[in-house]
């Protein structure tokens, strides 16, 4: 797999309404997001959901190294810098234009040691190189909403091949978009039937989960306790997405497992 030889030529503009600001490709389309009175928030429901993995995973400083395939606005690489002060964050953007925005109006921090922003394609940078991630966290599209080579069977291979042995991959998905349940089979093919795909969120994205070493086995209490504690301490409040995950799934003994 391949991606073609090219910088994107779409136009990136930013909108503002009730105190929020909004990254755009060219469109409608709201490609990130910043409440301007607390510009480290994540402000859109699905980057909340991005980051259950902390609900997943609960070693302690669990991730300390973070990939991001797509940069927008920047929301989750904010937030894992400024809550997660022993991560390492590698950020893969193939549009040098969305990184300048992300500085310039949506205070994306300088800080190569800690955030290091790659400009390329991210099939290219995962199939191209060996280097292991604690999350992988992948939300690319394109203008018109579309993933592209970002949600093929080689990419998502290659992202189990890239996680370490407690590593997870989080990738956001379209549920209302035809090709959904295409999306859903090629990941979970790839990582051997070992994925869980969360409730969709309201604006229709749906955040899925992906483990090819240590197994996920958390208990709904386990999860609330360490959801509590991550409202106190990084002021996200994944209640809300226990709740639907109960209320949408059966889960054997009160548990996940993936």
Sequence with gaps: MKSPEFIP????DISE???????????????????????WSLELAYTREMMAGLLLRQA???????????????????????????CRITVVEINPQVEFVARQYFKLPYDPPR????????????LSGKRQFDYILVDGFDPDANAGVLDTLPFYQACRARLSDDGLLAVNLLGRNKGFKGSVERLKQAFDGRAAVFPSCDSGNT?????????????????RERATAIKKDFRLDLLPTISRLQLA??????CLRI
């Design 207 to 223: 955040i899925a989960f992906a483990t090819g070493g240590q197994p996920v086995d958390v208990s709904l209490d386990a999860m």
């Design 9 to 12: 030529c779409h136009d990136v």
């Design 115 to 126: 955030l290091d922003v790659a400009i390329g394609c991210g099939a290219d940078y995962m």
């Design 60 to 86: 302690a400083k669990w991730p300390r190294r973070a990939l991001l395939v797509g940069l927008g606005a920047g929301s989750l690489a904010k937030f894992i810098y400024r809550y997660l002060p022993d």
């Design 17 to 39: 309404e009730d105190g929020i600001r909004y990254l755009h490709f060219g469109s409608d389309w709201v490609q990130g997001a910043m409440r301007i009175a607390r510009p």
């Design 249 to 254: 799934y059966p889960l054997p003994e009160g």
